[in-house]
């Protein structure tokens, strides 16, 4: 699997939607490739805040509304 076939079934990899088979292929490629890792952490990162900001408004503090900027900078940097 190359880096831009793992970063196609990102989202439904994360989502846990893809049918096993994908699902084990997508793992090896990330148990393998560092960069992917990274994406990968970084877009579990960005999700993550992302349903914060929207489930609770009120607890995003500075920190978390800066790192979500980053984060959403960097994505968009791709």
Not at 5 to 12: K, T
Not at 17 to 45: E, F, I, K, S
Not at 46 to 60: G, H, K, Q, Y
Request: some cysteine.
């Amino acid at each position: 699997m190359t880096c831009r076939e793992a970063d196609a079934l990102l989202a439904d990899y994360l989502d846990d939607l893809l049918p096993p088979l994908a699902r084990r292929r997508v793992a090896r490629h990330l148990r393998t490739c560092r960069p992917c890792r990274r994406n990968t952490l970084t877009y579990a990162d960005t999700i993550d805040l992302v349903r914060t900001a929207f489930d609770e408004p009120a607890a995003m503090h500075e920190p978390e509304t800066h790192a979500l900027l980053a984060a959403l900078s960097a994505a968009s940097a791709h």
